[in-house]
């Protein structure tokens, strides 16, 4: 038997008898790097993802520069994927897409750093800032490999958050109309509408710009008032323009009665 058959054979009977002693743990106090990394790949196959990635740590610090670095740092994440461990998935593909941009992995890793932001994007009325760190991860894989076999789910994905996006603009918007903070919705629905104009919302946020505005108007110092309708009244028009059929027309169109009724008042007390 050759020394290299007999190295061999040697590893694989250590690696059964670790195995059957105490599992990864006694695989990791044992100090052989080719051990843990065969033992590592025997649980990936197995879908035994948490002793894998034990295993795959455990060898990693021994492959660096070697050949192996760049699989078992992908394979190591993956195991935290299955386990949806996506912070860590993160942290380590990041990594991974820098240090290792020639690697066979390289594409899947990109994949799956993208799929690990979506999956930590949280609803719109939480903080949006993981949903911008996907939409980046993601459309980057899409100019990265465009005819990648999964590419209309990373589609589709883009536009769920997009849509995300679009609600969280809305609803913190909405937030200072419910409380009747009428000139900072008035604001607020403008820069939503500005930075999301395409938004499922628009007409929506349109309509709530026309009401804050007469309710800012209605319960203004008489000086503020007319100023305040004539921008209310310039609202109005672009909504009924946009969206003749609304359902919201006839209710605006009662409150653009008042308002020009009042300027009309407010235009003859003026001429007297």
Request: with cysteine; charged share 25%.
């Amino acid at each position: 038997m050759t020394k290299k058959k007999l190295y061999l054979y040697c590893t694989v009977l250590l690696t059964v008898f670790l195995t059957s002693c105490n599992g990864v743990q006694q695989i990791l106090k044992s100090g052989r790097p080719e051990v843990m990394y065969q033992q590592a790949l025997y649980y990936y196959e197995k879908e035994k993802w948490t002793k894998a990635a034990s295993l795959f740590e455990g060898a990693s610090p021994y492959y660096v520069a070697k050949p192996q670095e760049d699989s078992i740092a992908f394979m190591h994440a993956y195991c935290k994927f299955k386990n949806r461990e996506y912070d860590v998935v993160t942290s380590e593909l990041d990594l991974f897409r820098r240090k290792h941009t020639r690697s066979i992995f390289l594409e899947d890793a990109e994949g799956m750093l993208a799929l690990s932001y979506f999956y930590l994007s949280p609803g719109p009325t939480r903080d949006q800032s993981m949903t911008t760190q996907a939409l980046v991860a993601i459309n980057e894989f899409m100019v990265h490999y465009p005819t990648n076999e999964k590419i209309d789910e990373f589609r589709k994905m883009n536009q769920i958050l997009t849509e995300r996006l679009h609600d969280k603009a809305f609803l913190n918007a909405y937030t200072y109309y419910k409380i009747e903070r009428y000139k900072s919705a008035i604001f607020s629905l403008k820069n939503a509408l500005k930075e999301y104009p395409e938004s499922k919302h628009r007409e929506e946020i349109m309509y709530l710009i026309v009401k804050s505005g007469y309710e800012l108007a209605s319960n203004s110092v008489q000086d503020k008032q007319a100023d305040r309708y004539l921008s209310m009244l310039d609202s109005y028009y672009s909504f009924v323009a946009e969206f003749p059929e609304s359902s919201y027309v006839k209710e605006l169109d009662r409150l653009a009665k008042h308002a020009k009724d009042f300027l009309d008042r407010n235009n003859k007390e003026n001429t007297l």
